[in-house]
Every structure is written in C-alpha cells, then in structure tokens.
C-alpha cells in the first residue's frame, strides 16, 4: 500500500497550494480518504475526508476554504487550499481506511498515512 504525496511549499497568507496524494490501486479498491495536518505541539487533526459515495467531511476551521476532491482514473487525491491562514501550516498527509468507511474526521479510523508533505504559511 502506497499513498505518496506532493505539491507542499511555502506561501503567503491568502495564497493558495494544491496537494495531491497518489495513491496505489489496492487502496482505491477500499477507501476512505482524508487529509491529516500535524501540527508541532498540538493533536493531528482530519482536515477534509471523502468516501467512496462521494461524500465529503470538513474540519470547521478549512471549511469554505479547502476542497477535497479525487480522480479515480489516476487514483489521486487532491486538496486544494485556498485563502490559506499562518495557522494552516504544519506537516499534512494523505491517509486511507483498511475498509469501507463513511468519511469520518477521526484520526484513529485511517489505517495507511503517506509521509506527508510540508505546508508554510507566512503572515
């Protein structure tokens, strides 16, 4: 089980980043996918899943802001961030449930986390 993400950086508050995770076949077959952000000091937080219904599931602070969306021909995960906040920043990785699940913003539901890719966000 692979999932491999790219397209971190460093950005200016209001800007804008695009992740994207590719994600081996086995995975897409059970899924679940959300995006994690780990924060130095703080607790790892769900920021957007998707189910494979197509239903989506925002942490309060991102919502309106970041969208999550999927290309299942390429087997790819995105989220795209917008307006982005100094307080956005931290390490994010894409992650995937062993099983069907309904998109869930509990950490302990996500059974395989890529490395993650760094988001830094200056004031």
């Known amino acids: 089980v692979q999932l491999v993400e790219s397209g971190g950086g460093s950005v200016q508050a209001g800007g804008s980043l695009r992740l994207s995770c590719a994600a081996s076949p086995r995975v897409y077959v059970h899924h679940c996918f959300a995006w994690l952000r780990r924060i130095p000091g703080k607790e790892t937080d769900v920021v957007a899943s998707i189910d494979s219904d197509g239903n989506k599931a925002y942490e309060d602070s991102v919502q309106g802001r970041f969208t999550i969306s999927e290309d299942k021909d390429k087997n790819t995960l995105y989220l795209q961030l917008d307006r982005l906040k100094p307080e956005d920043a931290g390490m994010y990785y894409c992650?995937?449930?062993?099983?069907?699940?309904?998109?869930?913003?509990?950490?302990?539901?996500?059974?395989?986390w890529g490395r993650g890719t760094q988001v830094t966000v200056s004031s």
């Open positions: 992650a995937a449930t062993r099983t069907w699940a309904l998109a869930s913003l509990d950490p302990s539901d996500y059974n395989y």
